[in-house]
């Protein structure tokens, strides 16, 4: 297991990322009930197996 500090930024990669790749499973802390708030920013590309 690894962590990061918090405020910091990371990118994870998906399962569709590519044959030979792992893909990162990611569990945040909860927060609900505390005031704090998380930003999450997803972004999709079109998957590999539909372009070729």
């Avoid at 792992?22 to 704090?36: F, N, V, W, Y």
């Amino acid at each position: 297991m690894q962590r990061i500090a918090t405020g910091a930024v990371a990118l994870f990669k998906g399962q569709e990322f590519g044959p030979g790749h792992r893909a990162c499973l990611h569990r945040s802390p909860p927060i609900e009930g505390s005031g704090d708030k998380r930003l999450v920013l997803v972004i999709d590309t079109p998957a590999r197996h539909l372009h070729g």
